[in-house]
């Protein structure tokens, strides 16, 4: 299994036991994130954050310059999102190899700005 | 290819292990059976264990040495390794119920179940084995034939009637949990279950001292066979471990002439593998002491040291019935482990300390944390959640039916071990960088609460960032002396704060078996578990090694770390190996031998857990590094096993040359 | 303790020297040398190993000059007494005697350096009043089982183990010949801490050779001493 199969094998498993992306958010009393990668998972995860009291306000993507939109939410690149005013609690990163660069650049210019692995948080619901 | 596999002893080793590592020896092996061993290909691919072990009893080949006291090997090609599940391992099988009654005395006759029909017919494969062995031993020219067939013979039927014999039988049983890739195969308490034989086959005029110490020879080389297929991640690891010496139910002090005589025995022959663990308490008498010392003093990385004061109670504590509490050995490493009743698995899983930190500051609102007491709360907050990882790992863990391991393990008369049919089936797992946040969380107390040097944000940053703008701050830290390991109120304190944390979160965890969760500090993947790790506010950077066990190579004495040691709190399920790490020179061992006695006898007073020596010399390690050809020989300790410096990969070598320096103050710790 | 009352050539404990705290810097981080210790809070710490301390085992106080500070230590080896630990002192006696006196109540174990015997070269080189030194040694040894008494000699080839301190180490060494005797070797342990004090010195060199700490020990062995060498 690639490591993207493993994760959402991993997502099933919660699923199956009831267990809630929202509900983890919570305990760290975020309500309001950023979704770093437009694609699967981070897909996956708005949809599991649809009617709960986390919200997401955007998401951002490498990608962002061809797609302005995902799941209706505006995409900007990191550099534009890191430029702008826009308020989060957190950056939940779900590409599976952008992690460390991602952390290294937000702690650079937004160091109080916390980033969180989806890959690493799967096992901790 | 297959002349080498099948070789006991060899110039190969190094090289086996490699392929067998990287996959490649499981591929050639694979397309070997393909090609000459479809039935048994198939047979794997398909069927339970029990109907593979029947074909690996009927097939495997029979290797009688002419030479060898013993009759002891293992057949590559036959290994099982279609595990389709966690196998089990690291454990010891019940040597004694064979020893005693044969194969007649482990079978099941009354009952009737799919199990137990299963049971009997590897009991059955067993007598196909020793049948074929009796053949092939007819058809040889061995030293010794007819003892040996009597051996055999008496294996299907009855107990063991002498010395030699009894240790036919342990060999026997040894190489058939091996056979079945059961790994990290423990001996457990030698000297005491073949003490009576010893004792009387002296009586009878049957043997004696020297031919006992003979036969122990032979014995300890015959495990040392097939050393490359025996070794798991690194050459050494074997997990053959015998634990000599015990305590009785007043406290006294058991011991028996095989005790001292293995001890000497495994400085004599200078190998790092059978390795001892030497139980002690209060009452050790002073033989046995100089026995171990004069071990360790040798640099051969034996015995390793288990203090019964401070291991028992807790056993006792975790509700083990004295008598097993009494008797317990270890599991590959430093593991207290019901030998002959348990297919615990205790080492499940790395809890690795420094993850809940280095969470904290990626995924934590830092401007928050305001005081160190709500920075340990956060820290808490984060470790609950690792260890809510470390439980899934456990839950996901699936056991083969494993009808060869119910055999040899007391008590599985009506399940099978893999549905609980033993009477010990817990969990453990080992843990890593204890000492390393211990020290960080000191640093920033000081740096960022106390002086306010510094925020938490600028920590963040040079963390995340390597130290790459930190100035000569790492240079401060990696300077400052480190508090973990030391004997002052605040180092132990926080220690068993964490510690705490530990257990509240695991102590009432139950498997899925009903088995519970223990934890210990010693720490096997002190290089492998920092490999992607960020950096620490110890003055670590990131990737680099964590801290050995519970050790500190900037403090100047051993008093401070074996009392720190002794101060912690091991009770509820803190008991899963606690070992003091360590390092000094081969020459101040050998000079203060009476010294290092006072020290040990000091230190088991004191309530130490357990401890090992690394006995070696900076000089000598650097030597080895750039010329390894001189020094084939040089036996090192690695975490809980002993290996030839020249087997194990360069990070490791560097360790120890790093710790050694440090030891003998020519760097700063 | 820190402070001496000499300052020997070899000595591998320069951070030891002076009575007051100083400032050292090592690899390039700086840091003190010495702390200072209320005499509770210092046997409170001394007695975390108290467990080790079988068989005849306990405190050293060596340096420095540990008798040099017998009005602190005095309260000190009262505490120890109180809780029944061995005391032992390493000490080159180039203190004034009342401090000797007050020592013998509380000390079971003297371990006496033996340097230079020379009147003026003990001065010269060391420092010391090799008069005073000789008092001391003689009162010691008269007032201690010498069971309980070991001389150190440091094994310096151009001071101790000189031709003429050596006549003379024999001549004082004669009249306590049951008295054991512990040859060292110099090493170069100390060097870091010169450097770490910006004290440019190589005290080793040309000072020690193997050797000549053999013959003088192979001399003492066979005129009947009890001697053995501690080597470093």
Known sequence: MDEKQKVIVKWLENEVKGKKWNIYFESYEYKNLTIYGAGDLGKYLIWALHNTDISVNCVIDHRADEKRKFESYDVYTLDEFLESSIETDAIVVTTLDAYEDVLTTVTRNRTDLPVMFLRDMIYEL | ?669 | ?232
Request: aromatic share 12%.
């Open chain 3, 1 to 232: 303790m820190k402070g001496c009352t000499l300052h020997c050539p070899w000595c591998s404990n320069p951070e030891n020297l002076k009575y007051h705290k100083e400032a050292y810097i090592k690899n390039g981080i700086k840091g003190i040398y010495g702390t200072f210790y209320e005499p509770e809070l210092l046997v409170t710490e001394l007695l975390k190993d108290k467990a080790y301390w079988n068989n005849g085992g306990g405190v050293t106080f060596s340096g420095g000059e540990a008798l040099s500070h017998i009005d602190y230590l005095e309260t000190v080896f009262k505490l120890l007494k109180k809780a029944n630990i061995n005391i032992a002192v390493e000490t080159a006696l180039y203190v004034n005697q009342e401090s000797v006196i007050r020592s013998l109540e509380y000390i079971d174990y003297y371990m006496i350096d033996l340097k230079i015997i020379d009147k003026k070269k003990c001065k010269e080189i060391l420092g010391g009043d090799s008069a005073l030194y000789c008092s001391n040694l003689d009162f010691i040894c008269n007032k201690v089982i010498h069971t309980n008494i070991v001389f150190r000699i440091p094994c310096a080839q151009l001071y101790t183990l000189e031709e003429t301190n050596r006549r003379q180490l024999i001549k004082v060494l004669s009249q306590y010949k049951d008295i054991r005797i512990e040859l060292f070797n110099l090493h170069d342990l100390g060097q870091s801490k010169y450097n770490s004090l910006n004290i440019n010195y190589e005290f080793l060199r040309g000072n020690f050779e193997e050797e000549t700490m053999m013959e003088f020990y192979e001399y003492l062995s066979e005129e009947g001493y009890n001697v053995k060498i501690n080597k470093i």
């Open chain 2, 1 to 669: 290819m297959i002349e080498m596999v099948r070789k006991k002893k060899g110039s190969n080793d190094l090289l086996l292990h490699d392929k067998k590592q990287s996959g490649e020896l499981y591929q050639w092996k694979e397309k070997y059976k393909r090609e000459y061993l479809p039935e048994y290909y198939n047979i794997s691919k398909h069927q339970p264990l029990y109907k593979i072990f029947k074909h690996i009893c009927q097939n495997m080949n029979i290797h009688i040495c002419r030479e060898e006291r013993f009759v002891y090997f293992l057949d590559y090609i036959y290994l099982l390794d279609e595990v389709r599940g966690h196998q089990f391992g690291n454990l010891t099988p019940d040597y004694v119920s064979f020893i005693e009654s044969g194969l007649d005395g482990l079978k099941i006759t009354s009952g009737d179940s799919e199990y137990i029909s299963n049971y009997n017919d590897t009991i059955n494969s067993i007598e196909i084995l020793i049948n074929r062995i009796i053949k092939a031993l007819k058809n040889s020219q061995t030293s010794n034939r007819e003892k040996k067939i009597q051996w055999f013979e008496g294996m299907k039927t009855s107990g063991a009637l002498h010395f030699e014999e009894a240790i036919q039988r342990i060999l026997f049983v040894n190489q058939i949990i091996w056979q079945t890739d059961h790994r990290l195969v423990g001996l457990g308490a030698v000297d005491d279950y073949l003490g009576k034989f010893y004792e009387n086959d002296v009586k009878i005029g049957y043997l004696n001292e020297d031919q006992a110490e003979n036969i122990l020879k032979d014995f300890l080389s015959s495990l040392h066979d097939y050393y490359w297929l025996k070794s798991n991640m690194l050459m050494g690891d074997t997990g053959q471990i015998i634990v000599l010496g015990r305590s009785d139910d007043n406290g006294e002090y058991l011991y028996n002439k095989l005790t001292l005589m293995i001890i000497r025995i495994i400085r004599e022959l200078a190998l790092p593998d059978p390795k001892a663990l030497l139980r002690l308490n209060k009452n050790t008498p002073d033989e046995v002491f100089d026995a171990a010392i004069d071990c360790m003093a040798s640099g051969v990385g034996s015995p390793l040291l288990s203090n019964d004061e401070a291991v028992i109670p807790r056993l006792l504590e975790f509700g083990i019935p004295k008598e097993d509490a009494l008797h317990y050995t270890v599991s590959a490493c430093w593991e207290p482990l019901i030998g002959g009743k348990s297919v615990s698995l205790n080492n499940m899983t790395t809890l690795n300390f420094m993850r809940p930190l280095e969470n904290l500051f990626k995924r934590d609102k830092l401007s928050k944390i305001d005081s160190f007491d709500k920075l340990l709360a956060r820290y808490e907050f984060y470790l609950e959640k690792n260890l809510r990882a470390v439980k899934r790992v456990i839950d996901g863990a699936i056991f083969q039916y494993d009808t060869v391991m119910s055999v040899f393990t007391k008590g599985c008369m009506e399940k099978d071990a893999s549905q609980g049919g033993a009477e010990y089936f817990n969990a453990g797992i080992t843990s890593v960088a204890l000492g390393n946040v211990v020290d960080s969380l000191f640093n920033i107390k000081k740096y960022v609460f106390e002086e306010r040097e510094y925020s938490l944000l600028d920590i963040k940053k040079m963390l995340i960032l390597d130290f790459a703008e930190a100035g000569k701050l790492l240079e401060e830290l990696r300077a400052r002396k480190k508090k973990y390991g030391l004997d002052d109120e605040e180092s132990i304190e926080l220690t068993r704060t964490i510690m705490n944390m530990v257990s509240k979160y695991t102590t009432d965890y139950r498997t899925p078996y009903g088995g519970r969760l223990k934890f210990g500090l010693s720490a096997p993947t002190y290089i492998d578990a920092a490999v992607g790790s960020n950096a620490s506010f110890d003055g670590r950077k990131a990737g680099e090694p964590y801290l050995v066990h519970i050790s500190n190579d900037s403090a100047a004495s051993y008093t401070q770390v074996l009392n720190f040691s002794a101060a912690l709190d091991y009770c509820e399920n803190r008991f899963n190996g606690n070992v003091v790490d360590l390092m000094t020179n081969p020459s101040f061992m050998a000079d203060n031998k009476e010294k290092f006695k006072n020290l040990l006898v000091g230190a088991v007073n004191q309530g130490f857990f357990q401890l090992q020596a690394n006995v070696v010399s900076s000089g000598i390690l650097i030597d080895a590094m750039e010329h390894p050809e001189n020094h084939s020989g040089l036996i090192v300790r690695v975490w809980g096993f002993s290996a030839y410096f020249s087997d194990l990969p360069d990070s490791y070598k560097k360790v120890l040359i790093e710790r050694a320096l440090k030891n003998e103050g020519k760097i700063v710790a």
